[in-house]
């Protein structure tokens, strides 16, 4: 019965987006969906990285920590969720990990590496996660690999510039 609801609601949805969208156009409708489909996004990427990083870290202290315990500071939780939002519209934003580090910090049993290396490892998870579902994210993250790659192409120009070439050696027979 509440598969049906929901595929009633989610049929309702589609009638009513496809009225709006030939009234008003679909970039109309993108816009209007476009604070759900993030939300959506960020949902499922938390849990699938949650899901991943169960199986990979060996320490469940530490993933009990990050995933299953509210931080002692209770401000925390809404900087968490401003900050993961942050973290959404601008990938490199580095305020997300800072409140990680801050919330896992209270575990004292967690050394200043373990807890880096942890949210480390999250971060680069949860960035994959997002970009698979979020086409939005992925053009954002695609864009700063360009610009990193560029960066380090202009990096090894210059350390390739500054070397001296080796003088061939003449070879008689």
């Given at each position: 019965?509440?598969?049906?609801?929901?595929?009633?609601?989610?049929?309702?949805?589609?009638?009513?987006?496809?009225?709006?969208?030939?009234?008003?156009?679909?970039?109309?409708?993108?816009?209007?969906?476009?604070?759900?489909?993030?939300?959506?996004?960020?949902?499922?990427?938390?849990?699938?990285?949650?899901?991943?990083?169960w199986?990979?870290?060996?320490?469940?202290?530490?993933?009990?920590?990050?995933?299953?315990?509210?931080?002692?500071?209770?401000?925390?939780?809404?900087?968490?969720?401003?900050?993961?939002?942050?973290?959404?519209?601008?990938?490199?934003?580095?305020?997300?990990?800072?409140?990680?580090?801050t919330?896992?910090?209270?575990?004292?049993?967690?050394?200043?590496?373990?807890?880096?290396?942890?949210?480390?490892?999250?971060?680069?998870?949860?960035?994959?996660?997002?970009a698979?579902?979020?086409?939005?994210?992925?053009?954002?993250?695609?864009?700063?690999?360009?610009?990193?790659?560029?960066?380090?192409?202009?990096?090894?120009?210059?350390?390739?510039?500054?070397?001296?070439?080796?003088?061939?050696?003449?070879?008689?027979?």
């Amino acid at each position: 019965m509440a598969k049906t609801g929901h595929k009633l609601g989610i049929l309702a949805i589609d009638i009513v987006e496809n009225f709006v969208q030939s009234k008003l156009g679909e970039k109309f409708v993108k816009d209007l969906r476009a604070p759900t489909d993030r939300q959506i996004a960020i949902t499922e990427a938390m849990q699938a990285t949650a899901d991943l990083l169960w199986t990979k870290w060996t320490d469940k202290r530490l993933w009990n920590a990050a995933f299953n315990h509210l931080p002692k500071n209770k401000e925390l939780v809404q900087e968490l969720k401003e900050a993961i939002k942050a973290f959404y519209e601008h990938p490199s934003d580095t305020h997300f990990a800072e409140v990680m580090k801050t919330i896992l910090q209270e575990h004292e049993e967690f050394t200043q590496e373990i807890i880096q290396k942890s949210i480390d490892e999250y971060i680069a998870i949860l960035t994959r996660e997002i970009a698979l579902n979020d086409d939005a994210f992925r053009e954002k993250v695609t864009a700063l690999a360009a610009l990193d790659s560029g960066d380090s192409l202009k990096s090894i120009a210059g350390l390739l510039a500054n070397q001296k070439l080796p003088v061939p050696m003449p070879i008689y027979t």
